[in-house]
Structure formats: C-alpha cells, structure tokens
T-cell receptor, first 114, second 115 residues
Framework: DSGVTQTPKHLITATGQRVTLRCSPR?????VYWYQQSLDQGLQFLIQ???????AKGNILERFSAQQFPDLHSELNLSSLELGDSALYFC?????????????FGPGTRLLVL | AQSVTQLDSQVPVFEEAPVELRCNYS??????LFWYVQYPNQGLQLLLK??????LVESINGFEAEFNKSQTSFHLRKPSVHISDTAEYFC?????????????FGRGTSLIVHP
C-alpha cells in the first residue's frame, strides 16, 4: 500500500459525459502528479500540482483539467469524453520537487467510455 | 523532447535464469533515470534510480541497473529471476522543466517468468 488513494476504482460512462477522478496523496506529500495509461499511448504524464499550484503540464488535453485543494487532495476533471479517453488514470504523490524524489503511485481509476 | 525506448515489449524467461531489460533514452542534458515495476492491477512502484555518483545502482530485491552515458542506456538486470518477478517494468527519465522534474516513461517491458 503506497498510501495514495484514488476513487473511484472503476468508472463506466458514455461519450460526451463529464467525470471527476479524485486523489488523496500520502500524508505530508505536497506534490501530486496525474498520469494516463493506455495501450495506445503507454504511460503519459498529464499534469503536476505542488501545494495547490500547477507546476508542470504534460500531454493533457484541453478537455481535461485538474486542481489541488487546500487539504492537498486533487481532482482530475475529464469532459466531453470520447472513446479514446478510456484508460487507467494514475495519481502519484511526492514530498518535494527534487529531481530524485520518489513518487508513490495510487492504484488507479479505470475509466471506460462507451 | 525526451524519449525513452524500451527495446523489448515482452521478455519470457525461465525461473532462475538471468534477465536484462533494455532501456535507452535521448537527452543531451542532465537526466535522472528510474525503473518502476507494475504488478497486475496495481500502481507503479519505484524499483531503483540513478541520480549521480556510482553508475551501478541496486534494488533491495536483487535487480541492478547501470547508467551508461556514452550509450545513453540504463539497462536493468537480475542474475536469477523468480516467478514473483513477473510484472511490467517501466524505464523513466526525468528532466528539469521550470523548477519541476517532468517524467517521460518508456512503453514498458512485460517480464514473464516461467517455471
């Protein structure tokens, strides 16, 4: 158990819909990362937050957005869903921004868009 | 842009045999290199990392990786694998971007250990 929790574990929805994925980092960790894992694209970095502020953006679509709240939990919002958004979404947390900081991954949310 | 190439998508091997999982990266600047393992239905776990210093790094469960700057490689090895090593292995590189370190992952190598 990494200490990172993600809810829900599974999500099935329809095209055009909007969903919110939630992540609670390990106690004391200030940084949260979101990743998308799919068969087509592999593991892709989406976005990073540190202590409530956006720090880095990766391959995140404009239809996707995220935020980190004062209690440090984070949410990833996916809107106007398409079939290709079906994937495993991981959240990871770390305590700082250093280059070698270990990221602890949650178990993921599996999203299926029908 | 960074890229990480894991040359083998799948590596089948018999138990107690040695294994090498290959990883090459593209970068001309300082990089920080990582190997992660993903067991079925779980998130990724850090296996080992290279930041600086000795080019050979080891994990607690018998894996090791060697950073080779001239060949831009960071191959993962284990002299004798167990059935429990069956998993997906990801190589990753982090590079600096505006005060953060952005990770780029390889496509993964599925290690399948047969009895």
């Amino acid at each position: 158990d990494s200490g990172v929790t993600q809810t829900p574990k599974h999500l099935i929805t329809a095209t055009g819909q909007r969903v919110t994925l939630r992540c609670s980092p390990r106690s004391g960790d200030l940084s949260v990362y979101w990743y998308q894992q799919s068969l087509d694209q592999g593991l892709q970095f989406l976005i990073q937050y540190y202590n409530g502020e956006e720090r880095a953006k990766g391959n995140i679509l404009e239809r996707f957005s995220a935020q980190q709240f004062p209690d440090l939990h984070s949410e990833l919002n996916l809107s106007s869903l398409e079939l290709g958004d079906s994937a495993l979404y991981f959240c990871a947390s770390s305590s700082s921004l250093s280059e070698g900081e270990t990221q602890y991954f949650g178990p993921g949310t599996r999203l299926l868009v029908l | 842009a960074q890229s990480v190439t894991q040359l083998d998508s799948q590596v089948p091997v018999f138990e107690e045999a040695p294994v090498e999982l290959r990883c090459n990266y593209s970068s001309s600047v300082s990089v920080y290199l990582f190997w992660y393992v993903q067991y079925p239905n779980q998130g990724l776990q850090l296996l080992l990392k290279y930041l600086s210093g000795s080019t050979l790094v080891e994990s607690i469960n018998g894996f090791e990786a060697e950073f080779n700057k001239s060949q831009t490689s960071f191959h993962l090895r284990k002299p004798s694998v167990h059935i429990s090593d069956t998993a997906e292995y990801f190589c990753a590189v982090r590079t600096s971007s505006g005060g953060s370190y952005i990770p780029t992952f390889g496509r993964g190598t599925s290690l399948i250990v047969h009895p």
